[in-house]
């Protein structure tokens, strides 16, 4: 099994629509946990970090349910700007220095 | 502004040559990090150092090599033997507290032929 998993897509919406993916992990001992988005053949940049309670940003949510090992983002209002590759990255143990990435969810907001 | 600087952007090696890719930040970060990503794929962890004159290898470490003489630098030398070194090169660096987020540079794209 993979560290961390996601869905590949694409996830191919209109613009206004809701979107919402996840990420499985397999360690249970993981402590931090982020999204990071990627545009094509640039660096990802960090959309946010997931905090046990969940959190929100703007049209951005995140969830956290460690009972099942998993992550969750969801995107309301959809912009064709939030057309990208969704990187789940999880720290593999107690351990915050060594972080494993997921291989993206893309997704496309279409107009 | 503080950030992640790596030079250059774009980088042709011929099969058989070392070749060394430059990390530098001025956000004052103990961790760097060295990761690779091919098409279609997830960032894979080559090396990563937590502190001066220290570096781990990471998942892919075979054919590479790293030193850590300054908090600020990170180099990565792609050898020889590195069978496929063709890819996307990014490194990063975080604070190393828990819940620490990684910042990127903006990658190194090495083409060997």
């Known amino acids: 099994r993979k560290e961390v998993e996601q869905d590949p897509g694409p996830f191919n919406v209109p613009e206004g629509a809701t979107v919402a993916f996840n990420c499985t992990y397999s360690n249970s001992a993981s402590q931090s946990f982020f999204w990071y988005r990627q545009d094509c053949r640039k660096e990802p940049k960090l959309l946010m970090s997931?905090?046990?309670s969940g959190n929100e940003d703007g049209r951005f949510t995140a969830q956290l349910n460690r009972a099942s090992q998993y992550i969750s983002l969801l995107i309301r209002d959809s912009k064709l700007s939030d057309s990208a590759t969704y990187l789940c990255v999880v720290s593999l143990s107690s351990n915050d220095y060594k972080l494993s990435f997921g291989a993206g969810t893309t997704v496309t907001v279409r107009a | 502004d503080g950030g992640i600087t790596q030079s250059p952007k774009y980088l042709f090696r011929k099969e058989g040559q070392n070749v060394t890719l430059s990390c530098e930040q001025n956000?004052?970060?103990?961790?760097m990090y060295w990761y690779r990503q091919d098409p279609g794929q997830g960032l894979r962890l080559i090396y990563y150092?937590?502190?001066?004159?220290?570096?781990q290898k990471g998942d892919i470490a075979e054919g590479y090599s790293v030193s850590r003489e300054k908090k600020e630098s990170f180099p990565l030398t792609v050898t020889s033997a590195q069978k496929n070194p063709t890819a996307f090169y990014l490194c990063a660096s975080s604070s190393g507290r828990e819940n620490s987020p990684l910042h990127f540079g903006n990658g190194t794209r090495l083409t060997v032929t």
């Open positions: 150092s937590q502190i001066v004159n220290d570096f």
């Open positions: 997931v905090y046990s």
């Open positions: 956000l004052n970060h103990d961790a």
